[in-house]
């Protein structure tokens, strides 16, 4: 009998490792509610997450009024992309990378 598709996978979950699988629709990988019972075995991608280090940095943002302040979170890149959007000029403070659990 031929395995199934997932099984790795599956054994993982079962295991309590989380498990993801690609969304295309949002071109990412997302974390499967560990409640879930159906492996769908043609049309799905899934991964055991992995357990990469995730690095960000401290960051200073110029306010209106031209004052510039540190933040007081880590925050990778495209986390302070999306948190200083708004035309406000930010700088990643080189000096402060940390590798943090994802």
């Known amino acids: 009998m031929k395995p199934h598709k997932h099984a790795e996978v599956i054994h993982a ?3 309590g490792k989380t498990v993801q699988h690609y969304s295309e629709i ?6 499967l509610n ?11 991608e899934y991964r055991i997450k992995p357990t990469e280090k995730v690095v960000r940095w401290l ?4 306010q209106y009024g ?13 986390e302070a992309q999306y948190h200083f959007d708004g035309g406000i000029q930010y700088q990643k ?7 943090f659990d994802e």
Not at 26 to 31: A, C, G, L, R
Not at 35 to 42: K, L
């Open 34 to 44: 560990p409640e879930m019972r159906n492996w769908r075995a043609d049309d799905y």
């Open 93 to 99: 403070l080189d000096w402060s990378r940390q590798e």
């Open 26 to 31: 949002n071109e990412k990988w997302i974390d």
């Open 59 to 62: 960051w200073l943002s110029k």
């Open 13 to 15: 979950w079962a295991d």
């Open 66 to 78: 031209g004052i510039w302040y540190m933040s007081s979170i880590y925050m990778t890149e495209s």
